[in-house]
């Protein structure tokens, strides 16, 4: 039997949909349109690269985008100023620092700048913390994706076993506390846990973000279990790989492709979360 393909770019459609429903409600409301402002500091080609897909997906919803840039040689007290000078704008919805920052910037700082009303990424203590004690608030744009892919796919979460592979705090903490929120009894692995096998072979719902190609051997999957690749890995011969070995696919009931998996669910979620910060502000 072979597993269903979870279909990012589907379901990212339909929430980009709902998004742009919104987004013109709000207008025919005589509201103002939502805006995502992007920090870019330095010009590196991958962030160079998303930063445009999200400007697509934002003209696809009715979200006006804006590129703040400082050089590649900013301070953390620069980059500091211009997202606090970000955050007193009455035009902006959202704020999207884009990461990597170059080395001398202290990240942290950056983040913990943003006004957590304009988190869009879900990354500021205030937001992490909320996803922590159950309160609502802006929730990381990859971690919801999944739990929207789980949704739309019907998987079922309360009282069954999850197992994330990978403890980040963009991607494996938040996604273990929504399936916790979501009452799965959840176990979180990492590069020091020793049972990894024995573990994922537990898991009905496998979320694989560890960052490394094809870590998951299809012998480590559970029959029927849902598995969530989230990992972006270059294979040798250039392609993207993911966390997983595709064979699972034989194994599992469940497997969301790489590329066409995650990825589209987070630049879909970004959207959502503008709206939602904006929505929030201006309720109308
Ligand atoms: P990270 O490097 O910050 O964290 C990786 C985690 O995996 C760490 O907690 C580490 O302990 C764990 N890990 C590493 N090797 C392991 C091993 N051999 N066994 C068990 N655990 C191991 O990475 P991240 O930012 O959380 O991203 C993880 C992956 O997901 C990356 O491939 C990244 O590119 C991808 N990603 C994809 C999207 C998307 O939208 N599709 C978004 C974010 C991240």
New binding site residues.
Partial sequence: MSAIRVDGERVATGVLAEVAARIEARLRAGLPRPHLAAVLVGHDPASETYVRLKRRDAERVGIATSDRRLPESATTSEVVDLVESLNRDPEVSGILVQQPLPPQVEVEAVVAAVDPAKDVDGFHPLNAGRLLLGQSGLVAC?PA?IIRLLDEYRVPIAGRRAVV????N???KPVALLLLRRDATVTV?????TN?AEVCREADILVA????LG?IRADWVKPGAAVID????RREDGRLGG?VDPAAAEVAGWLSPVPGG??P??RAMLMANTCRAEEARRPG
């Fill in positions: 990859t994706g592979v990978g403890r980040s963009v991607v494996g692995c990492h590069s020091k846990t990894l973000a560890a960052g490394r870590l989230v990992g972006v890995n966390d995650v990825g669910l987070t």
